[in-house]
């Protein structure tokens, strides 16, 4: 495997062409090799309709490719110019209150919009026509953060017209559509597919059935916007295509659009999603201000490699404060470097910086980068060049021995239907996450359109509430150790109870009669310590009772090998529950102190110090001695 | 009196033709004798307008009937099919930020628009001419949970028109509206009613006169939309007529909907209230999370007995987990019973549960039957079964020692002109309505319009904002005990303050000068202990001082017959209150520990344990001894 | 200068005119000489568009006014009557949301819209005619409380209309707003000033240097509404003219209003302020319940007397508990009279309660006067008869020793920009004023217009964020101590980050490279105590370090005479670095207890007692000895 590259962000069309020359040198001299440019530029390639200036892009292609950098292009259609709202006027989203999103920032577009996805596809294949076949063009970004800014559910009329046809594909009678959501319920019967709306400003919650099939269409309509840009640019290219995603985004289906991409790639930013987007509370909070969620990332990576299919970068790395969380504090120094080996770690093609220079105007301009407004080097730059200068090559990033299972739809229908106040599937499964790294495994994501489970020895698949039914077959067939629940097959299809109640596991003789969710301050507590806690099942059936809760109830039944898990563990639950799956697995766990995380790669384990202290290696990690500072990183041989 | 009884809610609509009549042998052999059938079945009874399907509910009557079940026949009302809105696209109701409530769920409606109304009364009509004589039919429900998903308020322009409408016929001539409601204050005079809105998004608040009018406006528009299928059913069918009202919905006068039905039942749901509607705090939502608030069900209870003119049943009670509370726990076992038992206590007719069995679709798939999705028995079976066994003759319900005034008026005054962000009318009543139960008296909830006090030794009318004359006269003519305040008669029907300054109740010479509210961090202490929260009124006169604040002024003043309360006490006044009180009145009380409830009916009393630890009884309830487990009910003559 | 002045707010109209001349000699005999009339009654002026009432104004002026009273006589144009929105249907202005904030209370107007605004001179003009020349009329009130009711920020189509044609008269063409936007950074570049909208509801944050723009033409909008007025009156009369602000208002430039008027006054309500709007938490609220925050009044009698260039009142006093906060408790007795004399202490030409008499009607019912609602007098009446009975001559206010610059536009900035969570402009230049306070320092407050600061031994220009040249200049030039910073120069006029870097203070090379913004828990320890919070900046430069942060950081540099300020410090941190630049001022500090404060005027010194105990002077204040009571207050010659 090639030794992974650096690389950063840049963007000409903010800078005097006189410049160019020179930060194309000094990243160079920063040891980056790539840069992603072109992604926001469409009022420059496009200044009215059907008015083209090429030049200058033209131009920033020579100058930085000729510098050796390797040259990401994007496709600019996260930020349609003024003029396409007057070609398209409907083309906005709308959201849950009714409201068009406006122009005036980004991301300005409703995805079923079917002229809109046009004008996008007709860009990108101008772009590929001219800069498909240039030498320095490397590879190619579609659009920019999908579904960032809530961008994925929209309730336009052009989403409804969308929604409809798609309905009518599914059904074909809408009589079907009636009997399958179960519209009897309230007389909520319909005559035509015309007669349905998406699932909004309903006077209390919309047929869940209902809601499920929106989420569903919304989602292809994500893959339908990418899609038209994937066919306009393949005749004009060999480089692979790309998209960055981000991060705790649940609304569409990330392996769907990954499965028309060669590379997934994302932004990653820890500082800001512990701020904005983590469930671990306000302590928690404070104690890694300056390090970022030690799991949140390192989940990211095994995930988008999964999206990619092995082929994963690090789009976006936050080098610096950020400006749009909650409080937006600098890293504490060095963690730069540690999350960019994170990165490695777990198999980063690339890593690359956002931004090159901190802009000094518009929306972004509180945003670092690894040169300061004054081109002075921030601080992120040396931590980068660091970096590079320890770069070589790593073995190949292999397989992970645990397997985790992770499936948007499920989140949709836990969010549809999200019975307690904490009970959000994003959540259950990070927790899961959480306590593996905490036990010093480390994990592959897996699809729920897996077919094949025999490179896991360990198999986690929580909260998956609707069975895909390859992955169902697949745990039928698997040797090794397998762990789902709560909540696992919960649901048809359509959104309903199966007849045979849940979780109809293959080899777990159980069946779920019933559900409770649990106030915070409600846990229920487990014979061997711990709890369950937000999410609790009553199972019956023959399965043998492997732990029970302290009322005597099961709470995870089956076999070692196949168990199913009738709850939502504590921490104290979930380290017991993993370390034990672990070791009939044949899995080495080790006893990691607060902060303190391992990801091997191959032959060579990362070690990863996110507290705020200094830790003592020794005893810890086998074969590491002496203290780990804080942000400090280690790499040594596996024992 | 007959012996109650037990029911269930059934829906045959959902379930297969074949399955109806075991449904109905499992039902009687539960114990049950009442199913209530038909209320959300518009769809099926008219697919299409005008086009009529009545043979599934002639058989379904017929299956039901002669299993010995008495139906209670439902309109479906609350569920206007999907065609409905072709025929009258602005029948929909519009929330405060002016949308339309959708199609989707149920409740779809303004109770303002005439054109709708006269759809429900002509779909009762029709049911009416049916089933009015089916000796099987031995009730009617109209429609379903008025003002659920609080469907009272709507601003649209049905609303609008019905309001001008409404104000013409009530004040003749514009110009005496803008003098009742004082419009010269900021210009806001009018000169013609088509010139007035709803009080909706006004910049700052809006006059509370003006408010207060429209809150008259949309209750007497629930009365006149009950009215008119009560019209509508009536030549048809001697049963009785009811309506199902739900807890702690305070939006329209229930005891004017009542008085045009022969029974009120209500929909008791106590794990899911009390997560969604206790004002008691996170600690006391802990503690009661499995057994429901111990004074709400009874409150409620005892407020349908009077709106039920003494006629009233548990049209749906809760038989394990809900769906739609922030958190859904199992009751703890035995509370089934114990909530069954504790209506009996209060007088009720009957006891239905909701629903039958747990569909496995649509938006109440994971709201608990009596049955599990797969029809096995769910654990609220066995209890119901249990309650049925041990019923018998009861002696009449009788009359309360005690009277406690409920005016749904008087909220609209509190709501309106909060004062204080805790000031809320239900808040004060249930304060002191639970102060009554936990010294183990038990209570008539009298409603606004009685004349005649005579049968009670103590009444209480807390917060009565606005006289009714006639309680007044009765007050005056009253020969027990009587304790008004705080912010009785603070308003004159107008909205005004009186110009003789409140209260002006009879027989206590005291004016209330000025109020304050207070922060719950600055309570305003009593001298004999306990304070004032929220509330605190200044009074002047020459009315006695039967307790004082810490600070010298006036707390309760009058004679020990006639009393006004000079602000809202917290627990431990309104202990010592209440308690002084009711021996005055010759009342004994009791000293329930924490979670133990009696009530009286006729000779027998109930017992019931709402804490989740066994209680002692010795000492406690003259005449029981032992100890009361959890969720335990015991049933004792009367010391 | 002569004697400070007692008076009133009344509404003739409200009352039956018999009452007139009654309630004169009442306000007489309570030692009140003004009284404010008018300024909600154009419903009662004009009833009908064209058609005048001025008979009962006539009298009413001429009833008090022969009783002895000076009028202010306020123009109607907060209250439009029902009809206006006849003419202009249009006028209303637009919420965040998009709704149109509607007629039935006040203020129901957008600042923008043309036509309204030639109806508010046009009875402007009229008032002037009549009365500008009547002899009781010593002053006029233009409107009322702009802002109130967040009422300047509206995003009507006549705003946006306005806001392209004043867009079109700062920039020319369009490329040039391109270009000082930066509008290339998301292809947000135009075409035409037709294509931008207000920047509301856009998908994410809009550029903030569109918002900053949007804010100046809505500020701009309100000068231009009062100008008119201003305009309209002028030929009429030679009685001053002046506007009544409100407290922490920031959505327009107070100064710039200010300019066109002879006198400022302001609206104080003590308990109102410290409920719905105080940073300083719920312990803080708790105990100055019944006393208001003993610096809330002072800073905004500082900020008025600058904003009427040493003329300012207080138009309305709160006597009693108002109707608006979310808690509405009673001064303790004695704070109406602290109230008055601290406003007198800092120079109020008058002090005028608010209102004369409870009104029994419409939306201010429950907010107390000077009299009852059954005309009695309240408690509030003697403390002002008390005051009324100690005034007498008093020396010039003069000026303070400390000038603190505030700037609207700042704010503007911050709150565009918000990065951290609490970072906030009024909050820091409050922490900033609340230190001074708490030394004994008595404050000037500076328009960001000031061009000398010679009068100022001490000047502090905390936060602000955009340097107006000619300050930056007076601050170069200056003599005494001056301390700028956090976020001073911090943008261009145009929202960008200076080429140079920010603070660009003159006589202080440093050069802010980066900032980062703080979680409540997570402040920068400072080496000498305390610690900066919510904001942080990291320095670089010559300029010597005053004092570092513990990580060894610059804290505050420069020098002794001009330092500059590198985070937002807390109590601890302030009360240091306030004590020694006094220090280096040559001005003496207090060390003063809990809830005492300190005013000089002139030779006078006004020590007042916010804290509700008694708080012994001996030792604290030189020349005072004994114990001052809660809500006490104690005229002495300054040491
Ligand atoms: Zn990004
Ligand atoms: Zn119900
Ligand atoms: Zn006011």
Not at 401 to 423: F, K, N
Not at 478 to 499: L, N, Q, S, V, Y
């Amino acid at each position: 495997m090639p030794t992974p590259k650096l690389g950063v962000c840049y963007y000409p069309e903010h800078w005097p062409e006189a410049r160019w020359a020179l930060d194309a040198r000094m990243m160079r001299a920063a040891g980056l090799s790539l840069v992603r440019i072109g992604e926001f530029a469409w009022s420059r390639l496009e200044p009215r309709p059907g008015e083209f200036d090429f030049g200058w892009l033209d131009r920033a292609i020579a100058t930085l490719g000729e510098a050796g950098l390797g040259i990401v292009l994007g496709t600019p259609t996260a930020t349609p110019p003024r003029w396409m709202l007057e070609r398209h006027p409907d083309m906005l989203a709308v959201d849950a209150e009714g409201r068009p999103r406006k122009f005036g920032s980004r991301r300005h577009y409703c995805f079923a919009h079917e002229g809109y996805r046009a004008e996008a596809a007709r860009i990108a294949g101008l772009l590929g026509e001219r800069y498909g076949r240039n030498p320095h063009v490397v590879a190619w970004q579609i659009d920019n953060e999908y579904g960032c800014h809530d961008t994925v559910v929209s309730y336009s009329d052009a989403a409804a017209r969308g929604f409809r046809r798609w309905l009518a594909a599914r059904y074909g009678d809408v009589s079907r559509l009636d009997e399958a959501w179960g519209n009897v319920f309230w007389s909520m019967e319909y005559t035509a597919f015309e007669e349905i709306d998406p699932p909004n400003l309903t006077v209390t919650e919309a047929n869940p059935a209902h809601t499920l099939d929106y989420r569903r269409f919304l989602s292809d309509a994500v893959v339908a916007f990418n899609a038209a840009q994937v066919a306009a640019l393949r005749p004009h290219t060999d480089a692979p295509l790309s998209h960055n995603y981000m991060g705790r985004i649940l609304s569409f289906d990330h392996f769907a659009v990954g499965r028309d991409l060669e590379i997934a790639t994302w932004d990653s930013y820890p500082l800001g999603f512990l701020e904005d987007r983590s469930d671990q509370g306000e302590d928690w909070r404070r104690r890694f201000a300056r390090q970022g969620d030690p799991d949140f990332q390192a989940f990211h990576h095994d995930l988008y490699r999964a999206v990619g299919k092995g082929r994963w970068w690090v789009m976006e790395q936050q080098p610096g404060p950020v400006n749009w969380a909650p409080h937006n504090p600098a890293p504490l120094p060095g963690m730069v470097a540690l999350w960019t080996w994170e990165a490695i770690a777990h198999g980063a093609e690339a890593v690359c910086y956002f931004r090159w220079r901190q802009v000094p105007f518009a929306q972004e301009q509180m945003h670092a980068g690894l040169l300061r407004p004054d081109a002075a080097p921030a601080p992120g730059l040396a931590e980068a060049r660091a970096v590079a200068d320890a770069l070589d090559d790593l073995p190949e990033t292999g397989t992970a021995p645990v397997g985790l299972v992770v499936d948007y739809q499920a989140s949709w229908v836990w969010e549809t239907e999200r019975q307690g106040a904490e009970c959000d599937y994003f959540r259950l499964v990070f927790d899961v996450y959480r306590a593996l790294r905490c036990a010093g495994l480390s994990v592959d994501i897996l699809p729920p359109t897996t077919r094949d489970l025999s490179a896991h020895a360990l198999v986690l698949a929580p909260g998956l509430a609707i069975w895909p039914e390859p992955l169902r077959e697949a745990l039928a067939a698997h040797d090794g150790i397998a762990i789902a629940g709560p909540r696992t097959g919960a649901k048809t299809d359509a959104f309903r109870i199966p007849e045979a109640l849940p979780p109809q596991m293959p080899g777990v003789d159980a069946r779920v009669t019933r559900i409770e969710t649990l106030r915070d301050d409600c846990p229920v507590a487990l014979a061997e310590g711990g709890a369950f806690r937000f999410w609790r099942e009553f199972v019956e059936g023959d399965a043998p009772v492997l732990e029970a809760c302290a009322d005597g109830e099961p709470a995870l039944v089956g076999t070692r090998e196949r168990a199913y898990l009738a709850g939502w563990p504590d921490d104290i639950a979930l380290d017991r529950i993993v370390r034990r799956a672990a070791g009939a697995a044949g899995l080495a766990t080790l006893a990691l102190p607060d902060g303190l995380r391992v990801r091997d790669r191959g032959s060579v384990r990362f070690v990863m110090n996110y507290s705020a202290e200094p830790v003592s290696l020794d005893g810890v990690v086998p074969g590491a001695t002496g203290t780990l500072p804080p942000a400090g990183t280690l790499r040594l041989p596996r024992a």
